[in-house]
């Protein structure tokens, strides 16, 4: 694709609507990080059970990517899209009935429709930013829209802090003051506060959802793309033909897993080391930070200084780094070797897209989805973080991102260029525009 002045404001509008709608599921995603502890408090449960709310968010998108393609297919990216705001407005209104009834179940099933929208706006989003611009500068758009993503993501759990855990430690001392019926009385209000701020937020997903309807937004062909992929090798017959592509799922499960312990667990992790909540509310929001430290460094790097692949290679050893740095060490220096993480997590997600999207043509809605169901790694990694926390500490739990990071390492020296699954089968024939060279 041509990089001229006209290229580029065909790109730039679509890419500004996308923006905002990166800022909004970015928002929305990253509420995790105060939800937890909140329901923790409010529903009164274990670390265990506290981090199902990762898992009944995240796991939407394995149960929900295949259909989200099948959707796309019919309604194409820009009424997808509408669709998944949509859809993720009603799982904000169902955050109502649940903090009236205070029911931890209910509050999973409004987090797994969120979720479910979501998993369509990610499978339409994603290979539209891969797509509408050069695949060499594709990690860096991802990028910018990484920034809009975790700026929010930063902002999302300070809001909602003030609004539902303005007073948390305070509270939390009341709560072993009072008799029971008192505590219950407390708890439904504790509950209740999460009400208006929903409210709020299903008044801005369906005013957006009819936004992006009305936006001018083009419709992506994927017939280009068929004719690349069958340009120098055989076409294939099926989305498993194509190895790059499943690591890259793998690398994502494994990444998303990853980030979402960062984001998710940290509040947790320094309330475990006895830091008041006062300021453990504000962890999760310390991470996002990093995280857009990343995306700047992409930005300003690829891919005139680095390549997409040296940033995921580099992105792999940092995470191994900073994951002993969380282990080895102690107190607040244990809780900054954890948000770090975010530095690391920052190029791994739009290093890995372009680099698995690479070259399969009429399959890429169904390779879209794939990589979105690899986000059922923010569903399962947290809750062994969760078990190992209980059964052994915060902190040695943190063990369990090292091997994550290793398989993005592999994905990133060699798994990228694997296009058969017979041994020794590696490809290396990719244009340097391709790879972000």
Known sequence: MSTSK???????????IIGALFFIFGFVTWLNGILIPYLKIACQLTDFQALFVAFAFYIAYTIMALPSAWVLKKTGFKNGMMIGLL???????????????????????????????????????????????????????????????????????????????????????????????????????????????????????????????????????????????????????????????????????????????????????????????????????????????????????????????????VSAVLGILFAFGAIFTSGITSVIFVAMFGLANALVWPAIWPLALSGLGSFINTGSALLVMAISGGAILPLIWGRLSDVFSTQQAYWVVVPCYMFIFFYAVKGYKIRSWKPGSVNSNETSAELGK
């Open 6 to 16: 006209s290229s580029f404001k065909n790109f730039i509008l679509p890419m500004i």
């Open 87 to 313: 859809v993720m407005s009603i799982g904000t209104m169902i955050f109502i009935p649940a903090a009236m009834s205070r029911t931890f179940s209910v509050f999973l099933t409004g987090l797994f429709v969120m979720g479910t929208g979501l998993a369509l706006l990610q499978t339409a989003s994603n290979p539209y930013v891969t797509i509408i611009g050069p695949k060499e500068s594709a990690a860096r758009r991802i990028s910018i829209l990484g920034i809009c993503n975790k700026f929010a993501g930063a902002m999302a759990p300070l809001i909602l802090a003030y609004y539902i855990l303005n007073d948390g430690d305070a509270f939390v001392e009341s709560l072993k003051a009072m008799d029971a019926t008192a505590r219950v009385a407390a708890l439904d209000s504790l509950a209740a506060r999460v009400i208006n701020p929903y409210i709020v937020m299903t008044i801005v997903l369906v005013v957006m959802g009819i936004g992006v309807r009305l936006a001018p937004l083009p419709e992506i062909e994927t017939n280009e793309e068929d004719a690349k992929a069958e340009n120098g090798e055989k076409k294939k017959n099926s989305i498993m033909a194509f190895p790059h592509l499943i690591l890259g799922v793998l690398a994502l499960f494994f990444y998303v897993g990853a980030e979402v312990i960062a984001g998710d667990t940290i509040i947790n992790y320094g309330l475990s080391l006895g830091i008041e909540l006062d300021t453990a509310k504000a962890f999760t929001s310390y991470t996002m930070v990093t995280m857009v430290v990343g995306y700047l460094l992409g930005v300003t790097l690829i891919p005139k200084v680095i390549d997409q692949r040296f940033a995921l290679k």
